[in-house]
Each structure stands twice: as C-alpha cells, then as structure tokens.
C-alpha cells in the first residue's frame, strides 16, 4: 500500500509516516515507481506505536515495542527491553501518583480551612 492509504488506515498523517521514517521506526521501502511502499505489518508497527503514545509513552520510548515487532515476535511487548520500559513507566506513573495525592491532599487542607468559619473571638468574656 502507499502511505496516504496506510496514514488513513492508521488514523495519521502522511507528515507523521515520514516523521517516524526519519526516526528509523518505520521501514523506508521503496518500489519500482519512487514511491514508499507498506504492508500489514507496518500498519501493525504503527498501531503499536499509538497504543502507546495514547497511554503517555514519548515516541523514543516506544522503540523497543517497535524492534520487538520486527524481530518477528507477534506482539510487540513480548521482548525483555519492552518490559524494561514498562517497568520504568509504572514508576513514574508511581511517582506521578504519589505527587498527585500530595496536591490533592494539600488542597483539601486548604479547602478545610476555609470552609471552617472562624472561630469566635473573645476578649475579656465579651464577643466581639
């Protein structure tokens, strides 16, 4: 297939397919014609790579998936350096999480203390 018909099938843009070319993550075949030239499987590769950047994944991150894939194991985080970067997602997913609950607990110090009406003052047994 060309690449405006693997953009469409892959919901992208002709511009992102030769982006991921330049970044070696996708295969630059050419045919006979000049043109680039794509089949099922990098229609796969590039539905890896969404999958991916949809959870948070950066481009570079979604390297090893891609590697795997054409190293020829049917999915592309069945290799250890995919399961490396799994791992180091979670811990910053981890990190992310705990910082979170920090500024959500902070807040809800905060929201506490104004919604608590003050307290009344008295002075020599008199309210003021």
Same mark, same amino acid.
């Given at each position: 297939?060309?690449?405006?018909?693997? #953009? #469409?099938?892959?919901?992208?843009?002709?511009?992102?397919?030769?982006?991921?070319? #330049?970044?070696? *993550?996708?295969?630059?075949?050419?045919? +006979?014609?000049?043109?680039?030239?794509?089949?099922?499987?990098?229609?796969?590769?590039?539905?890896?790579?969404?999958?991916?950047?949809?959870? +948070?994944?950066?481009?570079?991150?979604?390297?090893?998936?891609?590697?795997?894939?054409? #190293?020829?194991?049917? $999915?592309?985080?069945?290799?250890?350096?995919? *399961? &490396?970067?799994?791992?180091?997602?979670?811990?910053?997913?981890?990190?992310?999480?705990?910082?979170?609950?920090?500024?959500? &607990? $902070?807040?809800?110090?905060?929201?506490?203390?104004? $919604? $608590?009406?003050?307290?009344?003052?008295?002075?020599?047994?008199?309210?003021?």
């Amino acid at each position: 297939m060309r690449i405006g018909e693997l #953009a #469409a099938r892959a919901g992208t843009t002709t511009r992102t397919l030769r982006y991921y070319e #330049a970044r070696g *993550l996708l295969p630059a075949r050419r045919g +006979g014609n000049g043109y680039r030239t794509y089949d099922e499987s990098d229609l796969k590769l590039l539905r890896q790579i969404r999958t991916l950047q949809d959870f +948070g994944f950066d481009l570079e991150e979604t390297r090893p998936f891609v590697e795997c894939l054409r #190293a020829g194991h049917p $999915e592309g985080d069945s290799c250890p350096a995919s *399961l &490396a970067v799994y791992r180091r997602k979670l811990d910053e997913l981890d990190a992310l999480i705990g910082e979170l609950q920090a500024v959500r &607990a $902070e807040i809800g110090v905060r929201l506490a203390a104004v $919604e $608590e009406p003050p307290p009344m003052c008295e002075l020599g047994g008199q309210e003021l």
